[in-house]
């Protein structure tokens, strides 16, 4: 059978409900491209906000809240006083931090999974220390839980980097297990 127009209900044998996903796409790609002429490309330490978290007292630096020019990853920094820790967490993105300022140590405890019917987790009883001092990178691998501690002797700073790329495709998979000491949330 020809298809006579596209108007011809014959055209997709679908029989569902009609829409414009496509057009609104195209639409809101525009749209997208308009507004991200306007984001900040350039982040002013005084326009980075302050959060008292459950992992602890950190400072934004990007976040997909914030309108800023980076799409793919979140970034802040955090401080620690000397002998505090952070809160404990994970997350299925990766990971990166760098050490600003001082010395402490993390405990990762990593995550052991299988994949039947649907994802079955675990996490190691005993973590793994890690030593880090000013000018030192911490990976995180994905899913492992992770807490932060600044030495007795010496304030940390640092600054964290996840992606949201993970979150987006769907697994938005973030547990606080533990918060951050002094946080009333």
Same mark, same amino acid.
């Given at each position: 059978?020809?298809?006579? =127009? ?6 997709? +044998? ?6 414009? $996903? ?9 749209? $997208?491209?308009?507004? #991200?002429? /306007? +984001?900040? @490309?350039?982040? @002013? ?7 008292? =978290?459950?992992?602890?007292?950190i ?8 309108? /800023?020019? %980076?799409?793919?990853?979140?970034? #802040?920094?955090? *401080? ?5 820790? =952070?809160?404990?967490? +994970?997350?299925? =993105?990766? %990971?990166?931090? *760098?050490?600003? !300022?001082? /010395? ?7 995550? @052991? &999974? %299988?994949?039947?019917?649907? &994802?079955?987790?675990?996490? !190691? ?5 890690? !030593?880090?001092?000013a000018?030192? $990178? ?10 932060? $501690?600044?030495?007795?002797? /010496? ?8 992606s949201?790329?993970? @979150? ?9 297990? %533990? ?7």
């Amino acid at each position: 059978m020809a298809i006579k =127009s596209i108007d011809d209900p014959e055209r997709a +044998r679908l029989m569902g409900e009609e829409v414009d $996903f496509y057009a609104e796409a195209i639409k809101a790609s525009a749209e $997208f491209r308009e507004n #991200y002429e /306007t +984001r900040l @490309k350039i982040v @002013k330490s005084q326009d980075m906000p302050y959060e008292n =978290s459950p992992d602890g007292l950190i400072k934004h630096v990007i976040n997909e809240k914030m309108d /800023t020019a %980076e799409c793919c990853v979140d970034g #802040y920094m955090q *401080f620690l006083k000397p002998g505090e820790a =952070s809160g404990k967490h +994970r997350h299925l =993105s990766e %990971e990166l931090v *760098f050490v600003l !300022e001082g /010395t402490g140590y993390d405990l990762h405890w990593d995550v @052991k &999974f %299988e994949c039947f019917d649907k &994802f079955e987790w675990e996490w !190691e009883e005993e973590p793994k220390k890690f !030593e880090w001092k000013a000018g030192d $990178f911490v990976y995180i691998p994905p899913y492992c839980a992770h807490q932060h $501690f600044a030495n007795q002797n /010496t304030e940390a700073r640092f600054l964290c980097i996840t992606s949201r790329i993970v @979150k987006a495709m769907g697994f938005d998979w973030f547990d606080q297990l %533990e918060v951050a000491e002094g946080y009333e949330g």
